[in-house]
């Protein structure tokens, strides 16, 4: 098992950044790649960015391409998610989650690991 902790999370206004920060931990050998989810209330959870551990091959959601950046530190452990210009509209809790797959791995089945989630709030 895969332990994740994530940080980073806020309150900011439209127009703002953040940083969210997720450690990995415990069995990551096995780790292949990693995503950032969110889940808005009254809303599912989706994807808004995965990354490939060892060729850094990124996948973001429509909404947030140009605006969000997914990158990882392989020496920490460690992957962020850069968010600029924030809207509203991306508040949400945000949890990082681990995957085994190298290619693919949109879905949330596909991911094994979960971090506790942290809360960005975007005010208008």
């Known amino acids: 098992q895969v332990q994740l902790v994530e940080s980073g999370g806020g309150l900011v206004q439209a127009g703002g950044s953040l940083r969210l920060s997720c450690v990995a931990s415990?069995?990551?050998?096995?780790?292949?790649?990693m995503g950032w989810f969110r889940q808005a209330p009254g809303k599912e959870r989706e994807l808004v960015a995965r990354?490939?551990?060892?060729?850094?091959?990124?996948y973001y959601v429509d909404s947030v391409k140009g605006r969000f950046t997914i990158s990882r530190d392989s020496a920490k452990s460690t992957v962020y998610l850069q968010m600029s210009s924030l809207t509203p509209e991306d508040t949400a809790v945000y949890y990082c989650?681990?995957?085994?797959?190298?290619?693919?791995?949109?879905?949330?089945?596909?991911?094994?690991?979960w971090g506790q989630g942290t809360q960005v709030t975007v005010s208008s």
């Open positions: 415990g069995r990551t050998f096995d780790t292949n790649g």
């Open positions: 990354i490939n551990w060892r060729a850094g091959r990124t």
């Open positions: 989650a681990a995957t085994r797959l190298v290619l693919g791995g949109l879905s949330e089945t596909d991911f094994h690991s």
